[in-house]
């Protein structure tokens, strides 16, 4: 292998204490994909978060209600790059800054013209988009301004409906993830204030592979470039290196129930982690999970 190998450089950057990732090293990395993009819930003062992987089913549910429409590989992404603003708190490891989103949806359509109530693709489509925008809005809180389809094919007559994706159980949890086990008094009256707010089903904890669903960071860190200004940077800023931070910062990871707007709770959850420690901290919360039940 020679220096100049491209897959030693890419290992290098991903893993520079060691030549080769171990085990661990390559479940934590297929854990990380596996959440998807880490988006932007809310507006810049919201200080959310929520996952590509957490967001998905809730879309893929209002897709799969329009009539003669199946829907297939959605994601979700930054609109217009260029267009961001800088968080009120620094934001977690390899979010994006807020800024307007765009829906990617695959879809397949009724192919039969003649079918009760069948309707132009034109028609089909706009429904789609509408449906989609509106819940990206009203269930999570995603500032959604684009929506892109495309057809990949047709449905016949006889096909049977999609089955629906599994409920994810509040006990089931994400590979990888490990309960949250307080390493001290504040991190355990954190976690406490947060189970209190209604709409949290459970504390996560998968975000770099650490198994901990509270982060309590302390003041003087560098904080993301512009972090606290709320202002449109026009380049996707709010990433690099800015001044210490004059507090000390918390970062929660949560799974919400499905049956509450997601951006609502996870700004409750900011307030109640906040609140629970007498310095009251700058807080993150990332969203990682929509569970379809709630918490007993």
Known sequence: MTADDPAAAERRAAFPDRDRPTAEDRRAVHRQLALGRVLPLGGPRDGTWITERAARPALHDAAASVRGVRPGRLRISP???DESYD???PPPPSALPPGPLRIDVEFRVSADPLAAAAE???VTAGRLREVLARSATERLG???TEVDLRVTGLLDAEEPPAPAPPPEEPSAGFPGERKQSPG?????RVAAAVLAVPGVTRLTGVLGGLGRAIHIGAPGRTAPSGTGTGTSTGTGSGRGSGPALPRRHVRVEIAVAASRRTLDVARAVRAAAGGALP???SVAVLVT???RAEKD
Do not use: S, Y
């Open 79 to 81: 609109a217009r790059p």
């Open 87 to 89: 968080p009120a708190v």
């Open 120 to 122: 132009p693709l034109p």
């Open 142 to 144: 995603l500032t959604v």
């Open 184 to 188: 001290n008094d504040e991190e355990a």
């Open 279 to 281: 310095d009251h901290p």
């Open 289 to 291: 999970a929509v569970d």
